[in-house]
């Protein structure tokens, strides 16, 4: 623009921006009766009339994002009843930047106000809710969903005159309840004007009346499957309320709804496993949910309507927010009696609306706090599940700090998102959680990412100064001239429990950006990847005899890739929790999600590997952790087009997989090697068929002893070389098979070095305990949960189209080849290439190989290698695992 043309374009808008300034400071409020010091963002408050003949004017309360407000969006809160004010509710005790205190006069900070992340507009609606007004006294005995919706949309436009900066913002409109109705209606509006100033993108609603039928079979399924009424009014209900209008029901249907309403007792309806607000009845209840159902306890004021009346009617507050300019001659209420019992128009379903918003692309999100009993979650998905939509992803947990926080499914159109504990006022029961589906909203990205994202609480600043933090200058003894470089330290799972897992990274030779990344996890259950991936597997160095020097390992895997060691769970290696109570309660899926937890903020400290190729690869008990943490991932990473954990694969070497086949294999494996005598089979065969792996009953466990006291002075682990006696404790290696322990001398040094100060110090490691063990006892002994078979899943992840490698040592007695045979052989897949030998180097054997399912699976053998096999065949294994990266089958042929 040239400056003349600037000139005059700016003495044009000038008057108008003057005009407009002048309206906004009228409105402007300059502080709140009992507000706090520190606020930090502008608000506004006041009317707009929406119809001058009638007198109709509308209370708003603008309260601007907190953070950098010119680049945020719009959104309109609206609350229901119908007749309710979204000042009482929405503003005072779900989404507002303020909290009411219980003396009804002074304020605080709401930790999880929706102001931060968007400019939040409040609105009081229809006419003769809470400050808004009509002049003409009919119009509160005649309200209606259409005038509603019309009165809103004449209140916008007037409302961007006088905030022209907000036109063409991004604008979006929220709500709760009956704004079921307000909110898709005003959107339809919306949308049909098509406004150049109003940029409207979409809308979100919670426990939303969307259509009357589906509501209604729904309320009444979850009374009854809560156990909320008897099977008689159940049946009364369905028969007497279907097809009536829930907002004008006919009089036999009111009649078993008061008889349900009896039956329900004396509890919130709006939140049923919260209490009341009765101060002796709600300690009392207190009490008893906090130690009897603590997951049902919701940390929130159930008296918190009380303080908004006390406020809201304070001289005071009024005068401040320039409300009841007119005098009314009623005091102001949370909800209007006259207004909601008088409504007039209320169609029966908002379905077609949705049909028409979704082909018009507009983005919908609903959300459902699943412990309403007045608009609870089963009446919106059979409403939702009316519309017919296309499925994007399938219905999913969700998470937040490593709990589930509620469960979603995505359509072609629309998100359906249930908060887990929450009530009808789902950012009044469940603050956090309502702000990640707010965030996951404004960001159109599944609430699953946001709430990852969020657990992240290190600015990427702190992430990289952590991470410099985290390198490894050298180690004690190590070679000179290094040629990668390698990181230690601890992430954070839990803040509240203190746990923290251990972790050791070390890169592929430079250039080690073109490399993927490998996560190792041993896995005992109880046992350190420090100490045996890292330190006598597939780790670059390997620990000399004296325990104080290391050597170069020539077939290390960090030549192909850069490997990450994880010690897990925490009290593992150098894993640690604060709260002792953890050891004794850990199980497979605690592991698994604190895994998860893990990747998610150690991607944080080291973005670059983000999105890079990675793969999960481990042995033994790690036969669990591999494919539990492998779901997790995929199921968190549907619907999402670049997720931060590219799983490419897992690869897994001798893993406990199936119980039955698992056991059953192991018996054949030690009779077919002459191991065990034919009585002794015969006595696992008939008392080990359905035991566990890790806790067998007495007949079987008397068997198994029976069983290792005729395997005579071997190693278990590789039955085919000789057991390292100097220092070995007598029975703890014929107890191997359930817990990781064997005192092999390999193991000796890694113990003697890692109980060095100085080594502790150069990894930045803490001791767990009195001094570093290999596998943790305890955790052990006390393990809780295992599955009995993973095939399911792996079933699952090869849908996912993820690579699977199967390996065994076929000198390890302990889970043997036969077992990891007969585990595959049980989920029937398809062979693309028969068995046959592979070859390495010079024409040797290095073990025997079939590929399943177009070469998803491959299951391989390594010859003449134990329970570890990069320790006892460190040439096959590398091989091995560059062709598994490689994606290529292991050569069939000598040349």
Not at 169 to 188: D, T
């Amino acid at each position: 623009m040239s400056p003349r043309l600037l000139v005059v374009f700016l003495l044009v808008l000038l008057p108008f921006s003057s005009s407009c300034r002048d309206a906004q400071e009228k409105d402007r409020i300059s502080r709140l009766p009992g507000e706090p010091n520190d606020v930090s963002f502008s608000h506004y408050s006041g009317y707009v009339t929406v119809n001058e003949s009638a007198g109709r004017a509308l209370f708003y309360w603008l309260t601007e994002s907190s953070q950098h407000p010119e680049s945020k969006p719009l959104v309109l809160w609206l609350n229901g009843g119908p007749g309710c004010s979204s000042l009482a509710y929405g503003a005072a005790e779900e989404i507002g930047p303020f909290r009411i205190n219980p003396d009804g006069k002074t304020l605080y900070h709401n930790p999880y106000a929706w102001n931060k992340l968007a400019n939040l507009l409040f609105l009081e609606s229809p006419a003769g809710v809470g400050f808004s007004y009509s002049n003409t006294t009919s119009d509160l005995y005649t309200a209606g969903d259409q005038r509603t919706a019309e009165d809103a949309y004449v209140f916008l436009v007037k409302w961007f005159e006088r905030f022209p900066q907000y036109k063409h913002r991004e604008f979006y409109i929220a709500g709760e309840s009956y704004a079921g109705h307000y909110v898709p209606q005003l959107s339809q509006i919306v949308h049909r004007k098509n406004n150049p100033a109003i940029n409207f993108k979409g809308f979100i609603v919670g426990n939303a009346v969307i259509d009357d039928y589906h509501d209604f079979v729904g309320l009444f399924e979850y009374w009854w499957t809560h156990g909320l009424i008897s099977d008689l009014t159940y049946h009364n209900l369905r028969i007497t309320c279907e097809f009536v209008s829930s907002e004008h029901p006919s009089p036999e249907c009111s009649k078993a709804i008061e008889a349900a309403d009896k039956e329900q007792g004396d509890i919130d309806p709006y939140s049923i496993y919260t209490v009341t607000c009765k101060r002796e009845a709600a300690a009392l209840r207190s009490r008893f949910l906090r130690v009897r159902h603590p997951w049902m306890w919701r940390a929130y004021d159930p008296c918190t309507e009380r303080y908004s009346g006390l406020y809201f009617n304070s001289p005071e507050v009024q005068k401040a927010m320039h409300a009841n300019t007119t005098g009314l001659a009623y005091p102001w209420k949370t909800c209007s009696d006259i207004v909601g019992e008088k409504w007039a128009d209320s169609p029966l379903s908002m379905l077609p609306i949705y049909k028409e918003l979704i082909g018009a692309g507009l983005r919908i999100w609903v959300f459902s706090g699943d412990t309403d009993s007045v608009v609870p979650v089963t009446g919106t998905r059979y409403s939702i599940r009316a519309l017919k939509l296309q499925p994007v992803s399938k219905w999913y947990p969700w998470y937040d700090n490593g709990q589930v926080g509620g469960w979603s499914q995505v359509y072609n159109g629309l998100t359906l998102v249930t908060i887990h504990g929450a009530g009808h006022e789902v950012p009044l029961h469940r603050p956090r959680r309502g702000f990640l589906l707010f965030q996951s909203f404004l960001n159109n990205k599944p609430i699953m990412i946001i709430a990852l994202l969020d657990i992240v609480m290190s600015s990427s600043e702190d992430a990289k100064e952590q991470k410099m933090r985290d390198r490894i200058l050298s180690l004690p003894g190590q070679p000179p001239n290094l040629n990668f470089s390698q990181f230690s330290g601890y992430v954070t799972v839990n803040s509240a429990a203190g746990r923290a897992l251990f972790y050791w990274l070390t890169e592929a030779p430079k250039p080690s950006d073109t490399k993927p990344l490998v996560l190792w996890l041993n896995g005992g259950p109880g046992c350190s990847s420090i100490a045996y991936g890292a330190s006598e597997e597939v780790g670059p160095f390997r620990v000399n005899p004296d325990g104080k020097t290391l050597r170069l390992n020539p077939y290390a895997w960090n030549l192909d890739a850069n490997l990450l060691f994880l010690d897990s769970p925490a009290g593992v290696g150098f894993s640690y929790t604060n709260t002792s109570s953890d050891e004794l309660t850990v199980g497979d899926k605690r592991t698994g999600e604190d895994a998860y937890r893990f990747l998610v903020r150690w991607m944080e400290r080291f973005p670059e590997y983000k999105e890079r190729p990675f793969y999960i690869a481990g042995e033994s008990y790690a036969g669990h952790y591999i494919p539990q943490l492998a779901q997790l991932i995929v199921n968190r990473n549907k619907g999402t087009k670049t997720p931060i954990i590219n799983l490419k694969g897992i690869l897994m070497g001798n893993p406990l997989v199936d119980d039955y086949n698992d056991n059953k294999g192991m018996r054949e494996y030690w009779w077919n090697h002459g191991l065990i005598s034919d009585e002794t089979y015969f006595e696992l065969t008939k008392w080990c068929l359905n035991d566990t792996i890790l806790f067998p009953k007495p007949n079987c466990d008397n068997a198994l002893n029976q069983a290792f006291s005729e395997f005579g002075d071997i190693d278990p682990y590789n039955i085919d070389r000789p057991a390292c006696t100097k220092g070995s404790s007598s029975n703890e290696w014929r107890q191997a098979w359930r817990y990781r322990g064997n005192d092999e001398c390999v193991t000796g040094y890694t113990r003697k070095y890692m109980n060095d100060p100085n080594v502790h110090k150069a990894l930045h490691a803490r001791l767990n305990g009195t001094s570093w063990t290999s596998c943790s006892r305890v955790i052990r002994k006390n393990w809780k949960d295992s599955p009995k078979s993973m095939l399911p899943i792996l079933k699952e992840l090869l849908q996912a189209h993820l690579r699977i490698w199967i390996f065994s040592g076929d000198s390890d007695g302990v889970l043997p080849l036969s077992g990891t045979r007969h585990s595959i052989n049980a989920m029937k897949l398809k062979t693309s290439k028969r068995w046959y030998p592979w070859y390495h180097s010079h024409g040797l054997v290095g073990g025997w190989s079939q590929v399943y399912e177009g070469g998803l699976l491959t299951y391989a053998t390594v010859r003449a290698a134990g329970h570890e096999v990069p320790l006892s065949q460190p040439r096959l294994a590398f091989f091995l695992f560059s062709h598994f990266l490689a994606n290529h089958s292991l050569p069939s042929s000598s040349s």
